[in-house]
């Protein structure tokens, strides 16, 4: 705090998940066959962010805060895993099982999401409340057309019981409050690479090949979500007696979803916004 009025902070995160699995079953339950499966994994995430607020009391009624700030996240994960069939029953370990038994499968996938955004709000003698938001995101799991999408948001609320005028009915009505909002957010939960052309691992007639597995989307971009709100919040005898209603609508686009294409592209689907 280098003024009163004015705020850093910095808050820096680093999660390690680590597992070390192993799965036997015996051959008596499973096909006369005594089967291991081994896998190891590890995911590392890094979490930064950093905002400035400065907050400010202007004439006692006049309440002021504005806060602007940057994100970052990036996260990696790497898995190794092995079935190992007809392994030796008294020595149940992948050693003991022929390579021509074994059956491997590892991933490798990466995202990385970085956020800059800004938030100001505004109140006069705690009756008028007033707050606007914008934010952009650039997130790695997006096409390299789209990876940025810019988000926002308004909303403002009216503190009826706190006017003047209110004040014969405080005794029996303790909150009376208007508000409305309207926003634009975005969703990019969806699994990495889903924007890249990708290849996938395949055997064929005993040697081991990469054949296209999924097409490549350029243009694929964040779902967005608009929703506006309008409610009422009341209070009855000092809030022994409280409640909402709330009307709202909201609206979807550029859906993250799989879509069916022709098979003469060479594949059943594409992954798009639709």
Known sequence: KPIPQLTFKTTNGFEAVFVD??????PETHKGSATVFTYYSKDFRYTTSNTATYADMFNSKHNVRVTVGQEAMTDTYNYLGARSNNVDPMIPF????????????????????????????????????????????????????NKWGLFWSLGGSW???????????????????????????????????RAYGTYGALEYNGTNGMLPSAPANPDLAWEKNATWNVGIDYGFFNHRLTGSIEVYDRLTTDMLLSKATPYTTGFGSNFMNV
């Open 94 to 145: 992948p050693t003991t099982s022929t390579a021509a038994d074994d059956q491997v499968a590892y991933t490798h996938q990466s995202e990385s999401l970085m956020s800059f955004f800004g938030i100001a709000d505004y109140n006069y003698d705690s009756k008028y409340f007033i707050q606007g938001s914008v934010r952009a995101d650039g997130s790695s799991l997006f096409g390299a057309n």
């Open 21 to 26: 699995s192993r799965q036997y079953w015996s």
């Open 159 to 193: 503190n009826i019981s706190s006017e003047q005028w209110m004040e014969s009915s405080r005794n029996w009505l303790s909150q009376l409050k208007l508000r409305a909002s309207y926003g634009v957010n975005g969703n990019n939960n969806i699994s990495p690479y």
